[in-house]
């Protein structure tokens, strides 16, 4: 079965960092770009980063450019989001997503919560 599941979700306050991560099981992430997306409370789903295949190419979004890294792991299949300098706008489920096989592909989600 073709699966990403994150973790690294929780609860911290303004300031501090989190490290999330999506694992892949059933495929090798190694062939694919992989983007991390949130969703806020009744807001749209909003695309945050992304990486290419072979890690040199990244993107961010302007709201996180500077305080969020994404970088991949192959060896773990694995893709993280270090996440520093959290504001309460950070707020949401962290979704990460691939396109596989003509297939867009999504792990359940992890609840990051930034408040004091």
């Known amino acids: 079965q073709l699966q990403l599941v994150e973790s690294g979700g929780g609860l911290v306050q303004p300031g501090g960092s989190l490290r999330l991560s999506c694992a892949a099981s059933?495929?090798?992430?190694?062939?694919?770009?992989i983007g991390w997306f949130r969703q806020a409370p009744g807001k749209e789903r909003e695309g945050v980063s992304c990486i290419s295949r072979s890690g040199i190419s990244t993107n961010y979004a302007d709201s996180v450019k500077g305080r969020f890294t994404i970088s991949r792991d192959d060896a773990k299949n694995t893709v993280y989001l270090q996440m520093n300098s959290l504001k309460p706008e950070d707020t949401a489920v962290y979704y990460c997503n691939v396109f596989l096989g003509g297939v867009s592909i999504w792990g359940q989600g992890t609840q990051v919560t930034v408040s004091s």
């Open positions: 059933g495929f090798t992430l190694d062939y694919y770009a």
